[in-house]
């Protein structure tokens, strides 16, 4: 538009201050303010990586000492053995899980009403010591129960798991379950380890 189209005047000085302010807001909000948006989502992701890259740093700089603790504690692990089963033979390994069972049981207020050991099977340098338990029980207190299997210093694994419940009602939770599972923990063999 030249300035001989504008109206003469007054309103043809407001109408050019009018396209004026218009081509400077398209200019602003067409380049200006996207590219600003641009820079400062950079600026962010920056700072971000950045901050990220710290952390790295600082965790990287831990890696020596807890690959010292993991060792230390591999070491007193080996020699403390509590996550294994003990005993001279996988006999003595079953008697011994079964009495931990039976206290963890006895604990939760869980009556077994079966308790049978399994034959060990032996796993390259470890023997696998199983016992399949039965038992009637609330839901709450099989919940216990397995809990405190969980939490047990020893590792105790639970496989093959049954619930059976006689009776469907609508607030199940207190009336008892019958259940059965095989519970199984390790011991090594160790060479010429008799079962």
């Given at each position: ?12 000085q407001a109408l050019a201050v009018t396209i004026g ?99 060990v099977a032996k796993a390259g340098q470890w023997q ?68």
């Amino acid at each position: 538009m030249t300035p001989d189209m504008l109206p003469p005047g007054r309103r043809g000085q407001a109408l050019a201050v009018t396209i004026g302010l218009l081509a400077m807001a398209l200019l602003w909000f067409g380049a200006i303010a996207p590219i600003q948006g641009w820079y400062d989502d950079r600026a962010v992701h920056l700072e971000q990586r950045q901050a990220l890259l710290v952390r790295m740093r600082e965790v990287a700089g831990t890696l020596p000492a807890l690959q010292t603790e993991a060792a230390a504690r591999q070491t007193q692990g080996q020699a403390a053995n509590v996550t294994t089963l003990p005993g001279a033979s996988g006999a003595v390994a079953a008697a011994d899980l079964q009495e931990k069972v039976q206290a963890m049981a006895n604990a939760a207020g869980v009556n077994l009403t079966a308790v049978e050991t399994l034959p060990v099977a032996k796993a390259g340098q470890w023997q696998k010591v199983s016992l399949r338990i039965s038992m009637n029980a609330s839901w709450p207190v099989l919940t216990q129960l397995m809990q405190s299997i969980e939490k047990s210093p020893t590792k105790i694994l639970i496989d093959d798991v049954h619930f059976h419940s006689p009776t469907l009602v609508a607030h199940p939770t207190a009336l008892p379950v019958q259940a059965s599972m095989v519970l199984y923990g390790f011991r090594e063999a160790g060479p010429g380890a008799g079962s």
